[in-house]
């Protein structure tokens, strides 16, 4: 059974900060990317930030410098550090894991997601 659980979401002021962990079980957690995307109501769900299982990170333009990804092997966790928030980073985030099988090929693994709402 694979599943993906976040917490840490919630409610913040502008300017507050919040931090998301996902918990991962039912994959080989070393070999999985993970990442996080977000949603807001009437937008696309968008790529926030990617960590490798070689741990090399990115973000979408608009969070550099204010959120941070980072992941914990031993704990098969990842999480999304987030700064300076901003009322447009509202949305529902959401976990995922992209599991790599000795073929090559890829599957995507998705949490329920979790609601950060900043108010101003």
């Known amino acids: 059974q694979v599943q993906l659980v976040e917490s840490g979401g919630g409610l913040v002021q502008a300017g507050g900060s919040l931090r998301l962990s996902c918990a991962a079980s039912?994959?080989?957690?070393?070999?999985?990317?993970m990442g996080w995307y977000r949603q807001a109501p009437g937008k696309q769900r968008e790529l926030v930030a990617a960590?490798?299982?070689?741990?090399?990170?990115t973000y979408a333009d608009s969070v550099k410098g204010r959120f941070t990804i980072s992941r914990d092997n031993a704990k098969n966790t990842v999480a999304l550090q987030m700064n300076s928030l901003k009322p447009e980073d509202t949305a529902v985030f959401y976990c995922?894991?992209?599991?790599?099988?000795?073929?090559?090929?890829?599957?995507?693994?998705w949490g329920q997601g979790t609601q950060v709402t900043v108010s101003s």
């Open positions: 039912g994959i080989i957690f070393r070999f999985s990317d």
């Open positions: 995922n894991a992209r599991t790599r099988w000795l073929t090559g090929k890829t599957y995507d693994y």
């Open positions: 960590i490798t299982s070689g741990d090399i990170a």
